[in-house]
């Protein structure tokens, strides 16, 4: 916004005297300076290394078990709707010494779960670091169906590279990332991903559309296709995973037989979680320089529903496929309708809702669940039309525990399918 609207904050409506973009924080001292003789002063220049490595954030929750932490900055990949990579820059990696910093900071602090952040966060890349662990190759799906308009950096540690590091830190605190693209998904995440019990097997996996003309006119690099068979190798290397997308309904010169392609996308992978959205044109993006919102709003709107629809009849099913099973929750909280309850999130990431307290039948002593206990809950309720679960507390347990002794695989239900008839 700053950027966007620097000349009618300062000039037209005269709302300020000093307009400050993301990146210029480090010449605050002399942009207030200029303010105090009487003058306007403005910074929106976007930097090309700037990536905040040497601030520390402060947390403003304390209380809270999880945090976030902002590994990379900028986009280049460029979609034909995206107003990110004119308002964040170019792409640039935080060292990966700095975030390490951090991760064992928040560990000190006691978080249990950190949330990798950034705008395109699996193209991570610490070009700090010359050298590559012999364990991970430079390999990305750019051979296998998907490209990109923007040169691919070569060397230095990947993503890959970085989970490995943060994930070591400290076992028992849980690691997320988002939001990431399809492109930039090798083997070597998903194996990890699989293989570290602190890892979460949750994978957002923006679609946006279902239809490849679609996703052509979007620039997202990838066909309906190629999206598909990721999907399958993923669902082959984590049977259990839980995987989350983006769609836009109605994007320019979005026909009803293209957005039928996004609801058969939907009822074929039956995500977990997914952020549905009417499309709204962004200035300066390709697509507002070279198409035309052509779709009506109500056209909009109903197709929204549509896919809201049906990802909802779906997650239903896929909920009551988790009743009778043992998750690991971390309390977040007390929950919103009952102090007697608490809340917290599986390795999925999906809500349960269950007593605060519970009494030990052996000892019969009474234990009550803070926020960053992990306990482990047994799913009893999965409602329509909800994406939260109910259970009942089985005990205290912690990362490690829950891995080794993990109730028997009938108990943790996978449901996925193979895909071969259903790519097309």
Known sequence: MAERLKKKILETDKMVDLVAGPDSYRSLPQLLAVTETGQSAVNVLLSLDETYADVMPVRINSDSPSAYIS???????????????????????????????????????GVKEVTLLGQNVNSYRDLSQTTVPVSFSTDT????????????????RRFADLMDKVSLVDPEMRIRFTSPHPKDFPDEL???????????????????????????????????????????????????????????????????EEHRDTISLLDTVKFDMAYMFAYSMRKK?????????????????????EIIDTFYSHVGERNRRLVGSHQ??????????????VAGRTD?????????????PLTQSSTTFRPGDYVIVKITEARDGSVRLRGVPVRLSSILDFSRNQ???????TNHKSLSNSTS
């Open 407 to 413: 109730i028997s695989d009938s108990d943790q239900p």
């Open 285 to 305: 993006t390709h697509a507002h320089h070279a198409m035309q919102d052509d779709v009506l709003e109500e056209v909009k709107k109903r197709r929204l529903q």
């Open 328 to 341: 690991l929750v971390l309390v977040e909280g007390t929950s919103k309708r009952s102090e007697e309850e």
């Open 348 to 360: 999925g990431n999906v809500k349960v809702i269950f007593p605060g307290s519970m009494t030990e």
């Open 190 to 256: 998903l194996y990890l991903i699989r293989e570290r019990a602190n890892v979460c097997n949750l994978v957002h996996m923006p679609a946006q559309s279902g239809n490849t003309e679609v996703l052509k006119r979007m620039r997202r690099g990838y066909t309906r296709e190629s999206y598909l068979e990721l999907v399958e190798n993923i669902w082959s290397i984590i049977p259990d995973v839980s995987l989350s997308s983006d769609f836009i309904a109605g994007f320019c010169g979005e026909t009803d």
């Open 71 to 109: 590994i990379m900055r900028g986009c280049e990949n460029m979609c034909s709707f995206c107003i990110v990579p004119f308002t964040r820059g170019r792409e640039r990696s935080r060292p990966t010494d700095s975030i390490l910093q951090e991760v064992k900071m928040l560990s000190d602090q």
């Open 141 to 156: 799906r750019l051979s296998r169906g998907f490209s990109t308009i923007y040169r691919t950096r070569q060397g230095g």
